[in-house]
């Protein structure tokens, strides 16, 4: 595999707040390759928005602990010193903000926003940036540009705001593109044509793309990779139709027959994920999805299951059930059998054993599967032991 | 159950823009809502949906009276709204209650739960004996499924899919005939929407409830309701039973609002985007005759200089449009799914 352009490995952010700790992203890794789009899909508070914001540096401060790599052109972004990183923000990785209201300033012209971001990363004159300028809203198509470009935000529409923010991320023409949430202030219709316009300029310029997201319908639609963030760490990551087709996490599968879908039959019982988000301060014990989680097994609340292949591929789940008693359950979901019975089919999945009964060996070569039924792939991995009596603790686990 | 329990006769809501500081005087008018006409059987959903702007939630607050329209009957329960003295709302907000949007602004932060719950009890003076009213609370706060040992809890300690239960446990504290949900979900996590969803749809159930429910996702509206109007710049500009209108819709815009819509399935939502050109115009000065023209792929000159009127279309709704869509448009327009759905149940839709 040839180098990728943004290679994150282990990342972990944490912020040092009243409460407590917040462990904001806790250990992920992804790689996006030049030309993608990676999707990441989450909840508010998954630590989505965290893991991006850190790409570009956006949250060192004393409160702050950033540790992993993040290697962006053969360097690590993360020791980067704040000069350098000025000059790779906003000029070889671009963001564009959920709301444009509050990301365009108010007192200046759209003209204006734009020339200063070309001028801080290039030499070039007013005038030609200012020509440039109005080419760049022509491309992403915002009507009469010459006029525009002398404009305040105030006067621009929702969806117009959005397409000059992109403008002025493209302006410098980035090799990475993020987008946060780039079409959950928008209409529908406005947010197809914002989606089509990424792809388009994508096809063109040859950027990668990272959009993050919590609707599973946009990401559907644009990302060639898709990773699903769940209390700050990654719990399954696979290509789009790995995700969509053959879920491996629970989680996934809550999100997927939680929504609505225009293609589903109109009368269908919705099935909501139970409870809510966990802190993020406080987290649960073992997988962090367990109190959610309807399959949940005793041992599942002790260990904490690491991120690994589903059939050997680069399709990735963390979860303890058994790969085998998984894909039954998610055809037992797509057909819709009930609840119960899905329940006593994970139930004949094979407890991952926890090591003695308090801390004692950290990490032991394979867990061995309890006698039953199916022999399983996953278990061969080492599954780290988690003791109930320090929940918050996350294990340096490294897979 | 044909009972229609609320009509509405061309309500109108114009806002006026006025200019001058100290003589005012109008220059103008956002049309907000303009000529909106609609009935909502006893015991129906009926689904508003439509952009920013197109008057949807203007509408609910007409239908309760938050609002005075500019003109136009609403008839509920066959009582005339809209003319109604201030003085006479309360009696009929004991039978229409509204959920809002926002569940953090729509409840007082300083009051606990269970007095935000009992506030229609205190309004209406019902239930005044003794732990008679904390009784009905306790039992609303368990229907909606909150625990009723939250009953002295503040707003802030709840979360956002809880308030909205909070919200919800209001509305029907008086049993209304009538609840309207502007946007009841769309402020929520994607896996706490579907809780609400379900409990309205079980409140529905239980209650008899007669559902008005406002919502932009059009995913939503589908699942929740019997019947959509689509709203374009103050006006409906289609209405039909919810199966019609997901799959034969005849306005255009309806077209591209289902087109625009993502699927969540990488192969299933391919398919030919209809994507709009520009914004949707301002309330304030809306194009002349039919107000879609704009933006209307299939606009002709026609459409610029007459209205057209809220007809019966082939499928079995009515929609408001010159040229509605062709049974081969609506194909090429509509998620791979859906029109799989469309061609599954009833073939008879190729006649000429």
């Known amino acids: 595999m040839t180098e990728a352009l943004l290679q994150v490995d282990d990342l972990r952010v944490s912020f040092d707040s009243e409460d407590g700790v917040v462990h904001a992203v806790d250990g992920i890794s992804y790689a996006v390759d030049t030309g993608k789009t990676l999707g990441i899909v989450g909840e508010s508070g998954s630590g989505k928005s965290v893991s991006s914001l850190t790409t570009l540096g956006l949250t060192r401060g004393p409160r702050a602990k950033i540790e992993g790599r993040m290697m962006f052109n053969g360097r690590d972004l993360l020791t980067l010193p ?39 990363h290039r030499s070039i004159s007013k005038s030609a940036a200012h020509t440039r300028a109005a080419e760049m809203l022509e491309l992403v198509g915002i009507p009469d540009p010459k006029r525009r470009v002398d404009q305040y935000p105030h006067e621009f529409s929702g969806g117009m705001r959005q397409r000059a923010m992109i403008a002025m991320a493209l302006s410098n023409e980035p090799k990475l593109l993020i987008a946060d949430e780039p079409t959950t202030a928008l209409d529908v219709t406005v947010q197809a044509q ?71 039959p109109r009368d269908e019982e919705l099935v909501p994920i139970s409870g809510r988000p966990p802190s993020l301060i406080n987290r649960p014990s073992g997988c962090h999805f367990h109190p959610r989680c309807p399959y949940a097994r005793d041992a599942h609340k002790r260990v904490d299951p690491p991120l690994e292949a589903v059939n050997g591929g680069t399709h990735l789940a963390a979860c303890l059930l058994e790969g085998t008693v998984r894909t039954r359950i998610w055809d037992g979901i797509r057909t819709g059998r009930d609840l119960e019975s899905l329940k006593r089919l994970a139930a004949t999945s094979a407890q991952p054993v926890v090591e003695g009964d308090a801390a004692t060996a950290p990490e032991s070569e394979g867990t061995q599967p309890e006698p039953g039924e199916g022999s399983l792939v996953e278990s061969e991995q080492p599954a780290r032991e988690h003791s109930t009596e320090t929940p918050f603790m996350g294990p340096e686990e490294m897979p | 159950m044909s009972e229609n329990l609320i009509e509405v006769r061309d309500l109108v809501k114009h806002f006026p823009i006025k200019q001058g500081i100290v003589f005012q005087r109008q220059v103008g008018a956002v049309k907000a809502v303009d000529g909106v006409s609609f009935e909502v059987k006893q015991g129906e959903t009926m689904g508003i949906v439509g952009e920013t702007g197109c008057g949807k939630s203007t509408t609910a607050r007409l239908l309760c009276r938050l609002m005075d329209p500019t003109s136009g009957s609403i008839v509920f329960d066959g009582h005339e709204v809209a003319t109604q003295k201030r003085d006479d709302l309360k009696a009929l907000h004991r039978d229409m209650q509204m959920i809002f949007q926002d569940p953090y602004s729509s409840l007082n932060p300083r009051k606990t739960i269970g007095s935000i719950i009992s506030d229609p009890f205190v309004i209406h003076n019902l239930y005044t004996g003794d732990g008679e009213r904390k009784r009905r609370v306790q039992d609303l706060m368990d229907r909606v499924g909150l625990n009723p040992e939250h009953y002295n809890r503040y707003p802030h300690e709840f979360s956002g899919g809880q308030r909205q239960r909070i919200g919800v446990a209001r509305a029907i504290a008086l049993e209304p005939k009538l609840l309207i949900a502007d946007e009841p979900v769309s402020a929520l996590d994607v896996s706490i929407q579907a809780q609400v969803l379900n409990l309205l749809r079980q409140l529905q159930r239980e209650m008899g409830l007669t559902l008005i429910f406002i919502a932009h996702d059009l995913s939503v509206v589908r699942h929740m309701c019997d019947r959509v109007a689509v709203m374009y710049l103050g006006k409906i500009v289609e209405m039909s039973p919810a199966d019609v209108l997901y799959t034969t819709p005849r306005h255009p815009y309806t077209g591209a609002l289902l087109s625009a819509v993502p699927v969540p399935d990488p192969t299933g939502g391919k398919r030919k985007r209809e994507l709009l050109s520009g914004d949707v115009p301002s309330p304030a000065n809306p194009p002349s005759a039919c107000r879609f023209h704009t933006r209307c792929p299939k606009a002709q000159e026609l459409c610029s200089q007459d209205e057209p009127e ?13 040229f509605p869509l062709t049974d081969e448009e609506i ?17 008879a839709t190729t006649d000429a």
């Open chain 1, 82 to 120: 704040d000069e350098d990183l000025r000059k790779v923000r906003g000029d070889d990785i671009a963001m564009i903000f959920q709301d444009p209201l509050s990301a365009l300033h108010p007192f200046y012209k759209v003209g204006v926003q734009l020339i200063e971001a070309m001028q801080s």
């Open chain 1, 194 to 264: 914002i989606l089509a316009l990424l792809q388009d300029l994508q096809d063109r310029l040859g950027m990668a793309i990272i959009i993050i997201t919590h609707d599973l319908g946009v990401v559907a639609e644009i990302a060639d990779d898709i990773a699903v963030m769940y209390a700050g760490r990654i719990v399954e990551r696979g290509t789009t139709e790995e995700i969509f087709h053959s879920p491996q996490h629970p989680y996934t599968w809550g999100l997927l027959s939680s929504i609505p879908r225009l293609d589903n």
């Open chain 2, 310 to 322: 809220l007809s019966a279309k082939r499928g079995g709704g009515i929609a408001a449009c010159h």
């Open chain 2, 331 to 347: 194909a090429s327009r509509l998620p791979v799914a859906l029109a799989r759905q469309r061609s599954a149940p009833e073939p």
